[in-house]
């Protein structure tokens, strides 16, 4: 009975310790969105504005870690941080056209993804504004956009972005404010580049400046 009894501690500890562990990540996203919350409640934010903000963050949290990633992927030998990136990035890089150029280096594809940033918009949705700063550069990896002018309301009019396209291009080629207005015609997720994520890529690896030049000119949608 004794070392019956022990047996079955020893299992359904070594069970707990397990499960314990695969819910580790879990544990670390409560933890995260606790704390969004908390800074929330804090600042006193309206509640549609609470909601935005949690909605992103839970989409934020499927596409990043929520451990230091950066950090985890610094500490990997190179050959090993490209196949995790790629492997964790797949629909990216199966999506968006530039990764399969021929020019396209899995060093490259690595920098570039891991200085995009993930956003999403619901239909109807506003990504930005005429007048707003031109300093980000959009991917769909999943939804379809709209880019208008003043006076093109209607859904037929203006220029449709879908799927593996890019928007927002010739602002942020020029340094200029947007010309368009882009709207979510459907739930849309993509990735985004700022001008710092460009600027940091170059001056880390100023060797591969050409090859971005050249990936941005001949993918980028510059104009509506």
Not at 4 to 19: D, L, Y
Not at 47 to 70: P, T, W
Not at 205 to 221: A, G
């Amino acid at each position: 009975m004794i070392l019956g009894a022990t047996i079955f501690g020893f299992v359904v500890g070594s069970v707990s310790s397990m499960v314990g562990k695969m819910d580790v990540g879990a544990a670390r996203l409560r933890e995260q969105m606790a704390m969004i919350k908390d800074y929330m409640r804090e600042q006193d934010l309206p509640r549609a504005m609470k909601l935005d903000i949690e909605n992103f963050f839970e989409f934020y949290f499927q596409r990043k870690s929520v451990f230091d990633e950066q950090k985890i992927l610094h500490d990997l030998p190179p050959f090993l941080r490209k196949k995790v990136v790629l492997f964790v990035n797949e629909d990216i890089v199966e999506k968006l056209p530039m990764f399969r150029d021929e020019i396209m280096t899995n060093e490259l594809a690595c920098i570039i993804i891991t200085a995009m940033q993930p956003s999403f918009q619901s239909a109807g949705g506003i990504i930005y504004q005429e007048g707003d700063a031109g300093s980000e550069l959009y991917f769909i990896i999943d939804g379809r956009i709209r880019l208008t002018v003043s006076g093109e309301e209607a859904s037929e009019k203006g220029q449709q972005i879908t799927e593996g396209g890019s928007f927002g291009g010739l602002e942020f080629i020029m340094g200029s404010e947007r010309s368009t207005r882009a709207v979510a015609e459907v739930y849309s997720n993509f990735m985004y580049l700022s001008h710092t994520a460009i600027d940091h890529i170059i001056e880390r690896v100023p060797d591969l400046s050409k090859q971005i030049q050249y990936i941005l000119s001949k993918y980028v949608t510059l104009s509506i």
